[in-house]
């Protein structure tokens, strides 16, 4: 049965960091939904009862923070695989936050030193919804894939910024990222 929270609770927590990957939603008015799964080690941490964050490294779209910054909505899911099925969502109100901004360094400092990190997602959480997720298969963790970051260390930092003025500055929609103070 679902059941609303109105913030983390520690149970909340404790279900959240031992789970091996998340998806995160967001949506603008217009346009399409993005989903994405994100999943290496570290790169979510829960700041208090109401705020999350997470790392957003670079990748083939930047459509999360596009999205935050025309409409701020975001949704992060976390599902259980194993044993004890357990589905829960995260609901609030996000942005991007670069490196150009002044809490950068301080959130920084609470995550793992991957390479190519577009933004830190900072959510302000509104509420968390649990459901069953008897739907959800069981599965086993074989491995974290770390194709994302050997790719990443391999094109430098030179490199990951031509790739973000390729790739990153503007949305499968059009709109622009923000990713280098544009727009």
Not at 65 to 79: Q, V, W
Not at 81 to 91: C, E, G, Q, S
Request: contains cysteine.
């Amino acid at each position: 049965m679902a059941k609303p929270f109105d913030r983390i609770t520690d149970e909340l927590a404790e279900f959240i960091l031992r789970q091996p990957m998340f998806f995160v939603a967001t949506a603008t008015p217009e346009g399409r939904i993005n989903l994405s799964p994100k999943g290496l080690d570290g790169c979510l941490q829960i700041l208090t009862p109401n705020r999350v964050a997470f790392l957003n490294l670079t990748g083939s779209g930047n459509e999360t923070a596009t999205h935050l910054r025309r409409d701020g909505r975001i949704t992060l899911m976390f599902c259980s695989f194993d044993a004890k099925p357990l589905v829960l969502r995260l609901y609030g109100a996000g942005r991007a936050i670069h490196q150009r901004d002044a809490e950068w360094a301080e959130l920084a400092a609470l995550f793992p030193a991957y390479p190519a990190v577009r933004q830190i997602i900072a959510i302000d959480v509104s509420g968390a919804m649990t459901s069953c997720g008897f739907g959800v298969p069981r599965m086993e963790l074989a491995e974290q894939r770390e194709a994302l970051v050997e790719w990443a260390e391999s094109k430098g930092e030179a490199g990951i910024r031509d790739y973000w003025r390729e790739k990153n500055l503007v949305s499968f929609d059009g709109w622009p990222t923000g990713l280098l103070g544009d727009g």
